[in-house]
């Protein structure tokens, strides 16, 4: 499956963003769909991902504001990020995997969307 984020900009904290992932290729169902983060000088963490069936799953740190979801019709993947801090500023990616045990390393994603950057200004 190819992945193409989509959304990223500057945003001042307290504000929001979403990102969208559109898939193509091989069929969006049946795939893990998360998202990872990576700031500069770090490695690329976990955030988000969200199971054909709608089930969620969130890092700690984004808990409470941000929301993954997808729309299996569309092939398309959403982050909705509310009450953004300037913490939250990295390059956001989406990634698929198979279903199954679910993972929050990166490297168990086998295919990666090009990465959009999300600024927040104090």
């Known amino acids: 499956v190819q992945l193409q984020a989509s959304g990223g900009g500057l945003v001042q904290a307290g504000g929001s963003l979403r990102l969208s992932c559109a898939a193509s290729g091989r069929t969006f169902n049946n795939y893990i769909m998360g998202w990872f983060r990576q700031a500069p000088g770090k490695e690329r963490v976990f955030v988000a991902a969200?199971?054909?069936?709608?089930?969620?799953y969130y890092a700690e740190s984004v808990r409470g504001r941000f929301t993954i979801s997808r729309d299996n019709a569309k092939n398309t993947g959403y982050l909705q990020m509310n009450s953004l801090k300037p913490e939250d500023t990295a390059i956001y990616y989406c990634a698929a995997r198979g279903e199954g045990t679910i993972s929050y390393g990166p490297s168990t994603y086998n295919s990666w969307g090009q990465g959009t950057l999300v600024t927040v200004s104090s």
């Open positions: 969200v199971r054909w069936s709608g089930t969620t």
